[in-house]
């Protein structure tokens, strides 16, 4: 008796939720798929072409399009005033994201590689 009872609670929940998946299974065929190098890259340049005060700074990502090609593109369209390479200096760039922040403007302080984001004090 409590088998058939499950049954038939499980079997009504399942049929309430099915319709629901069956809709989700539709729009996943439609998702663009992209890689993370090339969403970070659209990230920065809707941010950028989106509000004059944003700019990016970091080592190599410039001339040299990022050490991981993440800024590939952008000093051709935003020019040296936004896209400005650095010297290899992480405590220095940092501080001067930090002062320029202080001041008004929205610096994207890019780091080669995390770890070297931990020298900074």
Do not use: C, W
């Not at 990022?66 to 220095?92: M, N, Q």
């Amino acid at each position: 008796m409590f088998a058939i009872a499950r049954q038939r609670i499980l079997g009504q929940s399942f049929q309430k939720i099915q319709p629901t998946m069956s809709v989700l299974r539709s729009y996943s065929s439609a998702a663009k798929h992209i890689t993370v190098r090339e969403a970070l890259n659209s990230t920065l340049d809707e941010e950028i072409s989106a509000d004059p005060k944003v700019f990016l700074m970091g080592e190599e990502v410039g001339e040299y399009q990022g050490a991981y090609k993440i800024t590939k593109g952008l000093l051709e369209k935003y020019g040296p005033e936004r896209v400005l390479d650095t010297p290899i200096t992480e405590a220095g760039f940092t501080g001067i994201g930090v002062g320029v922040a202080y001041y008004g403007l929205k610096p994207v302080v890019e780091f080669m590689t995390f770890n070297f984001s931990m020298q900074v004090r």
